[in-house]
């Protein structure tokens, strides 16, 4: 595709259910990441790979939080027994190389836990 | 702790005249400086950077200072347009690590026709 796409963008989940947020990264992007972004404020790292290999996860807030590429592609952010907390929106973005800082991002994925 | 700061979480200028949006820093570890732009239910937009060996970067209406010893970034469009109107991040990368970027929380300007 063109761009990042995320899906779905937007997601209801009641408190203690299992959530899965898809990432299609641009295509032949080596670079992938994962960002929460609170409201109000600045996206924070969760989690990077390259290619299929997950470098950094030392931004996952607990392990609960769960990311995989296993092709080097699509990416899937899972999030288990969701807590009103994890209400945010998550951002995912990628990059051509790992020389390349200038990420491009999906729309988001909002995600409301009641 | 925040290590990338914007304290002004607003900022509204006439069009036509200068939008100067400031950001702070503390980690002395930070090489990479972007700016991105976002517009409502959309991602951030890469808008301009600035390496920490230079002090300027300019492209078109869009210009980014960087004075390193005062750990501050600024980043100046002239003129300014409506469509400029947006939610404005600041963001920072360190010299070794996974490349991720550290960001603000924004500041949100609004241009006045």
């Known amino acids: 595709g063109a761009g990042v796409s995320q899906s779905p963008r937007y997601k209801v989940a009641k408190r203690g259910q299992d959530v899965a947020l898809r990432c299609d990264p641009i295509?032949?992007?080596?670079?992938l990441f994962w960002y929460q972004q609170a409201l109000g404020q600045g996206p924070e790292f969760l989690t990077y790979?390259?290619?299929?290999?997950?470098?950094?996860k030392s931004g996952l807030p607990s392990d609960r939080f769960f990311a995989e590429r296993p092709e080097g592609s699509v990416s899937t952010l899972k999030i288990q027994r969701t807590q009103q907390e994890d209400s945010a929106v998550y951002l995912c973005?990628?990059?051509?190389?790992?020389?390349?800082?200038?990420?491009?991002f999906g729309q988001g994925t909002r995600l409301t836990v009641v | 702790d925040q290590q990338v700061k914007q304290n002004s979480p607003s900022l509204s200028v006439q069009e036509g005249r200068i939008s100067i949006l400031n950001c702070d820093y503390t980690?002395?570890?930070?090489?990479?400086f972007l700016w991105y732009k976002k517009y409502p239910a959309e991602g951030p937009t890469f808008l301009i950077s600035?390496?920490?060996?230079?002090d300027k970067n300019e492209d078109g209406r869009f210009t980014v200072f960087l004075n390193k010893s005062a750990k501050h970034l600024s980043l100046h469009i002239v003129p300014s347009q409506p469509g400029d109107s947006a939610v404005y991040f600041c963001?920072?990368?360190?010299?070794?690590?996974?490349?991720?970027?550290?960001f603000g929380t924004g500041t949100r300007l609004t241009v006045i026709p």
């Open positions: 600035i390496s920490s060996i230079k």
């Open positions: 963001a920072a990368r360190r010299q070794t690590g996974a490349n991720n970027l550290f």
């Open positions: 295509s032949g992007h080596v670079s």
């Open positions: 973005a990628s990059t051509p190389s790992i020389l390349n800082t200038e990420a491009f």
């Open positions: 980690n002395s570890m930070f090489d990479y």
């Open positions: 790979f390259q290619n299929e290999a997950q470098l950094d």
